[in-house]
């Protein structure tokens, strides 16, 4: 079964490719230009049988060097973060891929690239434990 926290690494460590620093803490004035901030936006899971169905919803915020002259950065970080994401990623033994398009904003200056992550997995039970049935008495 993968974690949150599994999937969160791997995507900060494709990121690290970049050689651009990787933040993990909410967005705060005084970090460091130029940089990342990787946040999951909506997490949904829907529980079946014997599995699950995880829907994450993946937003990546890239703060150029300059907070006024960013264009030519900003699109070569997009083109850059795009080649990464689009053949997916291997966390432990699943590879991820992105379940729709990537999209990619500019808003005060911030590029802003938005994904989704749909994948099944099988459930975790290991830890419950229930009361096995004894005997079963019916009419024939």
Do not use: H, W
Request: include cysteine; hydrophobic fraction near 40%; aromatic fraction near 12%.
């Amino acid at each position: 079964m993968l974690t949150l926290e599994e999937i969160m690494a791997k995507i900060n460590l494709e990121l690290s490719a970049l050689n651009i620093n990787i933040n993990e803490n909410d967005v705060q004035e005084g970090f460091k230009r130029p940089s990342f901030f990787v946040k999951f936006d909506t997490v949904y899971r829907t529980d079946y049988k014997d599995c699950f169905l995880r829907e994450i919803t993946v937003i990546l915020y890239f703060f150029p060097s300059d907070r006024y002259k960013y264009q030519l950065e900003v699109l070569d970080i997009q083109q850059k973060v795009e080649d990464i994401m689009r053949s997916g990623f291997i966390v432990k033994d699943r590879v991820l891929n992105i379940s729709q398009d990537i999209e990619a904003t500019v808003i005060d200056g911030v590029l802003q690239m938005v994904f989704q992550l749909s994948f099944y997995d099988t459930i975790d039970d290991s830890g419950v434990s229930a009361p096995l049935m004894e005997e079963l008495y019916f009419n024939e």
